[in-house]
C-alpha cells in the first residue's frame, strides 16, 4: 500500500480527484484529496494575505497529518508551486512527486512568470477588474475557446467546473518560490498530457529555464494524450498511471 496526496490546480478542492482517489483505494492505496486555503469548501478562509506560503503550509500538514512514512505528491497544474515548496521542505516525508501536465519551476519564480507576455496581461487584467485586485476569477471553461485544454470533457462535466470552481487567491501565482540549495534528489515524475514529451526535450534542450528543471537523473516521464483536466476526462488511466509509484519505483 502506497500513500498518496493528491492537490487540486487553481480553482478547484479535493472534489475534483474522487475518481482517481477512487481508483486508487480500489487497488489498494490509500488517497488524501486536498483542499488548500481559500478554494472550494474552504472559500470562507479566502483573503488578500492567502497566498503560496499559505498553500505551502496546507501541503506540508496535509503530509504530516497523514500519519508517518512517505506519500505520493501529486500536483495538478497550479498546484505545482505549493507541492513544490512543501516537497523541498519535508524531503524525507515525500517518495516521489509526480506533476500532472505541469511542473516544477527555477527558484526564486512563481507561477505566473511561466505565462507569455500577453496570457501574463490578460491574466492580470481579470485581477484587476473582476477579481478585485487579488484574486483570479473562475474562467469560463469553453471549449470553443480553449480545445485543447478542455479535450475530452462532457458538457456535464464543464458546468460542474463553472459551479463548483472558486476564485483563486492571486498571490499563490503572483508570489516566487524561494528553494534550498541544492535540491532535494527525490524522484519526480512527468505526466504529459497538452505537451508532448518530445517538446519538453526540445524546450529543455534549448536551454529554456522553466524547462531545464524538468531533467535529470531524478527524472521520469509518462504521457497521458487528453486535455489539461486528465482527473476528469481519463480518471481510471490517471489511477492507474499513478498506482505505478506505488512503490517509490
Request: hydrophobic share 45%; charged share 20%.
Amino acid at each position: 500500500m502506497a500513500r498518496f496526496v493528491l492537490v487540486p490546480g487553481f480553482w478547484l478542492g479535493a472534489w475534483a480527484w474522487e475518481e482517481v482517489a477512487d481508483g486508487l483505494r480500489a487497488a489498494g492505496h490509500e488517497a488524501r484529496p486536498v483542499t488548500l486555503t481559500g478554494l472550494a469548501e474552504r472559500a470562507a478562509e479566502l483573503t488578500p494575505e492567502v497566498g503560496l506560503d499559505t498553500h505551502v503550509e496546507d501541503v506540508v500538514r496535509a503530509v504530516e497529518d497523514g500519519g508517518p512514512g512517505e506519500v505520493v505528491l501529486v500536483a495538478h497544474s497550479g498546484a505545482n508551486m505549493a507541492v513544490t515548496g512543501a516537497a523541498d521542505r519535508i524531503p524525507e516525508r515525500v517518495s516521489r512527486v509526480v506533476y500532472v501536465d505541469s511542473g516544477p519551476m527555477p527558484p526564486g519564480m512563481a507561477g505566473i512568470d511561466f505565462h507569455a507576455p500577453d496570457d501574463r496581461a490578460e491574466l492580470e487584467k481579470g485581477v484587476a477588474g473582476a477579481g478585485e485586485g487579488w484574486k483570479i476569477p473562475v474562467p469560463p471553461f469553453d471549449p470553443d475557446a480553449d480545445p485543447v485544454n478542455l479535450a475530452g470533457l462532457s458538457a456535464e462535466r464543464l458546468a460542474e467546473m463553472r459551479r463548483r470552481g472558486t476564485p483563486q487567491p492571486f498571490a499563490a501565482a503572483s508570489q516566487p518560490l524561494a528553494r534550498p540549495e541544492p535540491l532535494p534528489s527525490t524522484p519526480r515524475t512527468l505526466v504529459l498530457c497538452t505537451i508532448p514529451l518530445a517538446a519538453v526535450r526540445q524546450m529543455a534542450d534549448s536551454g529554456n529555464p522553466v524547462f531545464a528543471m524538468m531533467s535529470g537523473p531524478e527524472w521520469t516521464y509518462r504521457e497521458l494524450p487528453t486535455g489539461h483536466w486528465p482527473m476528469f476526462s481519463e480518471p481510471r488511466a490517471l489511477a492507474a498511471l499513478l498506482a505505478e509509484f506505488a512503490g517509490g519505483e
